[in-house]
Nanobody, 115 residues
Framework: QVQLVQSGGGLVQTGGSLTLSCAASGLTFSDYAMGWLRQAPGKEREFVARIRSGGSTYYLDSVKGRFTISRDDAKNTVYLTMNSLKPEDTAVYYC?????????WGQGTQVTVSS
């Protein structure tokens, strides 16, 4: 079965950095667009970043220039490197794999940015 296992996250001070990882299994990773979304308390889940199988990337405006999404198809892993973190980046972050009508989710990982 398909599994997306996330790692990374935690508590960091404003201006700090974190890298999230999401390792996929049970699917042909290179066929999937991979993304990161987040959900803050009391808010809806929102798109953060996405990388297509060809490497094209897309970002939420508020994270452009601070976050970088990358993928390693040999390791079936997608990463989200987050720099210059702000308190408003505090949320549970989810990775997502999507191809046509198929969509899979990671378990979520908490990122907390203290002011």
């Amino acid at each position: 079965q398909v599994q997306l296992v996330q790692s990374g996250g935690g508590l960091v001070q404003t201006g700090g950095s974190l890298t999230l990882s999401c390792a996929a299994s049970g699917l042909t990773f290179s066929d999937y667009a991979m993304g990161w979304l987040r959900q803050a308390p009391g808010k809806e889940r929102e798109f953060v970043a996405r990388i297509r199988s060809g490497g094209s990337t897309y970002y939420l405006d508020s994270v452009k220039g601070r976050f970088t999404i990358s993928r390693d198809d040999a390791k079936n892993t997608v990463y989200l490197t987050m720099n210059s973190l702000k308190p408003e980046d505090t949320a549970v972050y989810y990775c997502n794999a999507q191809a046509a009508l198929r969509s899979y989710w990671g378990q979520g990982t908490q990122v907390t940015v203290s002011s």
